[in-house]
């Protein structure tokens, strides 16, 4: 065989094997993204589905919802969430406010801090973890804060 038809081959085998390796690696979620009924970050790897967002005064808000995207009531979920700097982190603790989740602390002045928000359906179950990060600016496409952004341009 020639050099030329090797090199060829050998480059046809190249690029195969690393399109499928690509593919193996390739696990993000193609579901439309959503934001919750206030506007906030819906998490939707927990049933109820749950919203968080920040409110002006700066403590988070933890909306569950049904099916049909409306507020319902917590009933036995426990929340907790750790934000801001890494050195000297914000953890969150909630309480029941009507029909919501409401924390007692509030988000650091800033942006861009990464958040953990851990929710168990009930006291006795595993947590579902979501991390993200806690970008405050507004998207000039979607006009949701960016932590909320519907839009593609998120990964």
């Not at 319902?72 to 009507?98: C, D, H, N, W, Y």
Request: charged share 20%.
């Amino acid at each position: 065989m020639k050099p030329s038809r090797i090199l060829a081959l050998a480059a046809a085998l190249l690029a195969t094997a690393t399109l499928q390796a690509g593919e193996k690696g390739h696990s993000h979620n193609h579901e439309k993204k959503q934001a919750g009924p206030n506007g906030g970050r819906l998490i939707t790897s927990i049933e109820p589905h749950a919203e968080f967002f920040v409110m002006p005064d700066r403590k988070v808000q933890i909306t569950f919802t049904g099916e049909n995207g409306t507020a319902i009531a917590p009933e036995e979920q426990l929340v907790a969430v750790t934000t801001g700097e890494r050195s000297t982190p914000v953890k969150m603790t909630f309480i029941k406010t009507g029909d919501v989740l409401l924390s007692e602390q509030t988000v650091p002045f800033g942006n861009n801090f990464p958040v953990v928000v851990q929710i168990k359906g009930t006291p006795e179950a595993k947590a579902v973890v979501e991390k993200f990060t806690l970008n405050l600016s507004n998207c000039t496409g979607c006009n949701l804060a960016e932590y909320a952004c519907v839009c593609d341009h998120q990964p």
